[in-house]
């Protein structure tokens, strides 16, 4: 199947009737799947057609959720957590998107963990790996302020959080803040020195508002450890933005 490419759309991605079911269903070879549920491959499938057919706004767009699928694999591999929770999680955990300045905005994800949590019990999934699956989506969000109970529910939030930091994180913030109209710096005192930051103001305004203080809330040693990398990237660049500036 061929990979999915960036999907850049209108802002906002709500549940539609008739999900189209695209890949065959084959009995589960996998344990904590029940006979009639779908493999892991099989249901991989089904989300990765779900977000291609699926909107988002440009930071949450279907190359974010791509990211997030592969890092999520690699922080899950080394960190064991289940596979068969992390693919579907990781894939959908944006299956719902609400635009930034919504009031409902805090309500996405639990909004895209309703909607995963139907798809995937209606191809057949075993009600307990729904429920794991629907909890790592509630939970990945920074906005809801949901604590992850689960090692998979960690490692979504970690795999999410570190697409916001790094280059990818630092070109997302600029693409997002353009696409809002908003400048890059605020004139006076761009580098909030004097003032609370606020991220309605400017793009630097949201690195601490939010960016700089993601790798304190990662989830796992993995996370953690590569967050605090990407974070000194970030730094480097606002260092580099106040010398030129
Ligand atoms: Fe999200
Ligand atoms: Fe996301």
């Given amino acids: 199947m061929p990979r999915l490419q960036a999907q850049v759309g209108p802002p ?17 070879t996998i344990p904590g799947m029940s006979i009639t549920s779908p493999t892991t491959d099989a249901l991989e499938a089904r989300c990765e057609a779900i977000v291609r057919d699926g909107r988002g706004d440009t930071a949450h767009d279907g190359a974010h959720v791509v990211r997030v699928v592969a890092t999520a694999k690699r922080l899950a591999a080394i960190e064991g957590a289940r596979m068969d929770v992390i693919v579907p999680a990781a894939w959908l955990h944006d299956c719902v998107t609400v635009p930034k300045d919504s009031r409902n905005r805090p309500l996405a994800s639990r909004m895209a ?17 729904v429920s794991q699956v629907e909890h790592a989506i509630e939970a990945h969000s ?11 529910a960690r490692v979504v939030q970690d795999a999410d959080r570190l697409d916001a930091l790094g280059a ?21 005192d761009p580098f909030c020195e004097s003032r609370p930051p606020d991220d309605t103001r400017s793009a630097v305004d949201h690195f601490y508002t939010k960016l700089l203080g993601l790798a304190g809330t990662m989830q796992t040693a993995t996370g953690r450890e590569e967050a605090r990398r990407c974070t000194d990237f970030l730094r480097s660049f606002l260092q580099q933005l106040r010398s030129e500036l």
Avoid: Y
Wanted: proline content about 12%; aromatic content about 4%.
């Fill in 168 to 188: 990818v994180g630092l070109s997302r913030c600029l693409m997002l803040a353009g696409a809002m109209g908003k400048p890059l710096t605020s004139p006076e």
């Fill in 12 to 28: 906002e991605c709500v549940p539609r009737k008739g999900e189209a079911l695209p890949a065959p269903t084959r009995r589960a």
């Fill in 142 to 152: 920074f906005t809801a302020g949901i604590p992850p109970r689960t090692l998979e």
């Fill in 113 to 129: 963990a309703s909607r995963a949590a139907a798809l995937l019990s209606s191809w057949g999934v075993d009600p307990a790996i």
